[in-house]
């Protein structure tokens, strides 16, 4: 068995199966309010899975907290 190169910090607790809004509150608050980290977190996530719904729904969180963090960045 090949050894996974892919090793996630810690477990969220997002699921491909919740509404956008809970992913998107669950993830926010596993990564203590940070848009970036929970945005790099994802993004991550969406590059490495071989599922295609968790790919998606992972870039689209990602992207909105790409989205959220320059709007409060500035």
Do not use: C, H
């Not at 956008?20 to 993004?43: S, T």
């Amino acid at each position: 068995m090949s050894e996974k190169w892919f090793k996630p910090g810690k477990s969220s607790g997002w699921k491909k199966e919740y509404p956008a809004g809970k992913r998107r509150r669950i993830e926010l608050k596993a990564n203590k309010g940070d848009y970036l980290k929970a945005a790099r977190a994802k993004m991550s996530l969406a590059n490495v899975t071989q599922d295609e719904e968790t790919e998606k729904k992972a870039r689209a969180d990602a992207l909105y907290f790409y989205k959220e963090y320059k709007k409060r960045k500035n």
